[in-house]
């Protein structure tokens, strides 16, 4: 691993991200792919989000000898990199660990490209319909605009022949997505929107050759590859939309395939693939590790972080006998492990089951769309039914005039507003959230989000930054701070990185040692320095300030300093909740972490009701208590002990210093310092709402226009076409108003 | 007549090549990162290939 001398040169040159600490655990030995002479890789990269971040880490990666392409994905993080030669991966990762980029091996094969098989197939075929729809369009004008019989009939003829050339191939190309879930539907005895929107096509298809073989006048091939474009472009939105869930969550698979290191028999050291980790095998860890499954210490003493396990926001110290459980970060001093669990049977892997399913009970919600096919479907097969009925029987028309008219009630009542409705205003309120640094992983969690009566928090790391901060950095002579530095850049302990956080870059110090759970000791200048709990700086205990974290540093004989820190809120933290006390969705905190800093952090936010100590299982049993009594809950947590209860919750939201699970259970992952995002999110997740609401309300008033006139016979093929697609535009325009800025108050 | 029997097939075939070019696009796989092509145009390593080092 490669330390960063100077942090201001290091991670995103356009600052848009922080450099990332270089936290190891990957070893990418296991992920190499061999084709011939030529290696593969592939890394997620984190933390590139700028032009400069692509030549920085291309450009870096080419000067590695043998290196033959390099390319980074900038819209997913994935690295591809092609190598010919003795290049060891891990001087790869060393590469781009130095340029301030976290980088994790990856496996291809768990996220095939071949899943987005569904989407692409959409695309084209959307393609082919917008082709056959602009196409034929031009030749219907032409028929249209003739109204006094210019246009000879041999003409017309001609005309609806070349419409059918074109429309055939392209609506049975076009419309597959289409027949083939509606032959489903049937198949197993039920019926869904496709099977009137298959019906409609064909029956529009088959009636039009019919009448263009026959000299007639009337020709619906324009209607039907229209009404196969306007619904193709909703699928496709809606694809894309869902798509985005998928590719997080195998991501987190793909990512979960981490290392370990395994000491042999004869004391060498092995890199291993965690999921082969066996019950008895010996584990090194390095500072910075993570643990991969639970075991005991069997040689070594450390201090650990379990804030993202358990939520306690002080480092913990381990020695000899005591357990790790899997997912809490070595912190100071290498340490030697016995595994007691394979990863399956580990922390990590049970949280992954409650992930699970969570999804299962999130499936269950019915979107406001679902509900609108399902009564839409009986309705339009009953009133295409009675059309024809009435037209043969009651006013004994003919079979063609009959057959023609509930054809027509097909055409316009098809529901090309209504599969726009919803997933037009989702994709345009994401696209917003996304420039306020919100990203959101499936359309209907902002349909649930609108509905929340209740917000659960977690303190550490969600309420708070989840990282100390120094508080008396005024009272402290500057060359005392700098000399503490030089020290602190070479740890991973909390404070330590606290420290540096103000200081900045700089110098390194000489013969440094780390002690765990007493502090570290090193030379600068000459000098020896010290920092460290009280006695191990040797002050008075009396001295010892009792509630915030508080370290000492001496320099040489001077007499020693103290420092303060203390985890700070999320900027408007306390604004937040209050904006969503006005709206009467009452906040509470539920926290893994000691009760005395959770009264403190929620009586500064102004929150009454707060649990502390919980272990994750005492987190969903509160959960499904408020949701009993009637709550719907949003979930709003950071840590692995809060991801079965993000999983659980009806909508969640995780901030992106989270741990990657939890990130990938959450619904809403938010960007920044500050809390405000969760509010802002609600907030267009309402106006979403009530968009979507609006259009169904403008579909429904249509068709109950539009369909009248047609069981009349007053629809031809020029008000069938302009219906159409002026609903759908009208659709479409109302869920554009959502991405202007402004009015709401965020 | 002579003009429409011959600007139909023109429109179908430059709307074929269009929709061809799409095909091939997709194909070709160019639009799995929009985000780094946005940025890509950015650089100027195609300046030191060419040699120019301005």
Redesign the interface.
């Known amino acids: 691993m490669v330390e960063l001398n100077n942090i201001d040169d290091a991670g995103c040159p356009s600052n848009l991200a922080p450099p990332e600490k270089s936290v190891s655990g990957a070893n990418p030995d296991a992920f190499v792919r061999h084709k011939g002479g030529l290696s593969e890789l592939d890394l997620a990269v984190y933390g590139a989000k700028?032009?400069g971040c692509?030549?920085k880490i291309e450009?870096g990666i080419k000067t590695l000898p043998g290196v033959e392409t390099v390319r980074?994905?900038?819209?997913?993080g994935k690295l591809y990199i092609a190598w010919r030669g003795g290049l060891s991966p891990q001087e790869i990762t060393e590469k781009i660990s130095s340029l301030g980029y976290r980088s994790v091996p990856y496996d291809p094969s768990a996220a095939e490209k071949e899943n987005d098989a569904y989407g692409?197939k959409l695309?084209?075929s959307l393609?082919?319909a917008g082709?056959a729809t602009?196409?034929i369009m031009?030749?219907s004008v032409a028929v249209w605009a003739s109204t006094n019989g210019e246009m000879g009939q041999a003409?017309r003829d001609f005309m609806h022949l070349?419409s059918a050339i074109?429309a055939i191939p392209a609506a049975l190309y076009a419309g597959q997505v289409f027949f083939s879930s509606a032959w489903r539907a049937l198949k197993a005895g039920g019926a869904n929107m496709d099977v009137p929107i298959s019906l409609a096509v064909l029956l529009a298809l088959g009636f039009s050759l019919f009448e263009a073989l026959h000299h007639g006048t009337e020709a619906y091939f324009d209607a039907a590859v229209m009404l196969l474009f306007f619904l193709l472009i909703g699928r496709w939105l809606d694809h894309k939309l869902r798509n985005k869930a998928r590719t997080a969550a195998r991501d987190l698979l793909a990512l979960q395939a981490v290392t370990a290191n395994r000491i042999e028999a004869d004391g060498s050291i092995h890199s291993m693939v965690t999921k082969d980790i066996k019950v008895g095998d010996k584990l090194l860890l390095s500072p910075g590790d993570r643990v991969p499954v639970n075991g005991e210490i069997f040689e070594g003493i450390s201090e650990m972080d379990t804030a993202l396990v358990t939520g306690e926001s002080a480092p913990i110290l381990r020695q000899v006998g005591d357990t790790l459980e899997a997912g809490i970060v070595n912190l100071s001093k290498p340490l030697k492990m016995v595994a007691m669990a394979t990863v399956d049977e580990s922390l990590i892997a049970e949280l992954a089951r409650m992930v699970e399913a969570g999804q299962q009970v999130k499936s269950r919600y019915v979107r406001i769309a679902d509900k609108a096919a399902q009564a839409y479907v009986p309705i339009v097969h009953t009133l295409s039914l009675l059309t024809f009925l009435g037209w043969f029987f009651v006013a004994e028309a003919g079979m063609r005039v009959s057959l023609m008219n509930a054809i027509a009630v097909l055409i316009i009542t098809c529901p090309c507003a209504l599969g726009l409705a919803t997933p037009a205003v989702q994709i345009v309120a994401t696209g917003r959230l996304f420039k306020d640094g919100i990203l959101v992983k499936t359309g209907d969690a902002l349909e649930r989000l609108s509905h929340i009566t209740k917000i659960i928090f977690d303190k550490t790391g969600t309420l708070t930054l989840g990282k100390l901060k120094l508080q008396n950095k005024a009272d402290i002579p500057q060359d005392i701070l700098q000399k503490a530095a030089c020290l602190a850049r070479t740890s991973h302990h909390p404070i330590a990185r606290a420290i540096v956080e103000e200081m900045g870059g700089g110098p390194v110090s000489k013969e440094t040692t780390e002690i765990p759970g007493a502090g570290m000791q090193g030379f600068v200048e000459g000098e020896l320095v010290k920092i460290g709990h009280a006695d191990f700086v040797a002050v008075d205990k009396a001295d010892t300030a009792n509630d915030k974290v508080s370290t000492w540093v001496k320099i040489g004989d001077q007499p020693p300093v103290a420092l303060f820190f203390e985890d700070t809120l999320r900027q408007e933290a306390g604004a937040t909740i209050e904006k969503f006390k006005q709206h009467h969705i009452k906040s509470l905190i539920l926290s893994g972490d000691r009760p005395a800093p959770v009264q403190k952090i929620a009586q500064k936010v102004g929150i009454s009701e707060f649990y502390a100590q919980l272990t994750p299982q005492e987190k969903i049993d509160l959960l499904e208590q408020a949701r009993a009594a009637g709550d719907k809950i949003a979930m709003v947590g950071d840590g692995l002990n809060d991801t079965p209860v993000l999983a659980l919750a009806d909508v969640s939201l995780s901030p992106g210093s989270a741990a990657d699970a939890a990130q990938s259970a959450a619904d809403f992952v938010f960007q920044g310092n500050s809390l405000k995002p969760v509010w802002t999110a609600w907030q267009i997740s309402r106006k979403a709402q009530s968009h979507i609401k609006q259009n169904f309300m403008f579909a429904a008033l249509y068709n109950v226009i539009a369909a009248p006139m047609a069981m009349a016979g007053m629809v031809t093929p020029l008000i069938a076409a302009l219906a159409m697609s002026g609903s759908s535009l009208i659709v479409t325009l109302n869920a554009l108003r959502l991405s202007q800025r402004g009015k709401e108050e965020l | 007549m002579i003009n429409m029997l011959l600007l139909i097939p023109v429109a179908l075939l430059l709307g074929g090549l269009g929709i061809g070019a799409f095909m091939w696009t997709l194909h070709s796989n160019q639009y799995d990162d929009l985000d780094g092509a946005a940025h890509r145009i950015l650089l100027d390593d195609d300046l030191e290939e060419m040699g120019d080092d301005r």
């Open positions: 700028c032009s692509i030549a450009g980074l994905n900038l819209s997913t692409r695309i084209r393609a082919v082709f602009a196409n031009l030749l003409t070349v074109i």
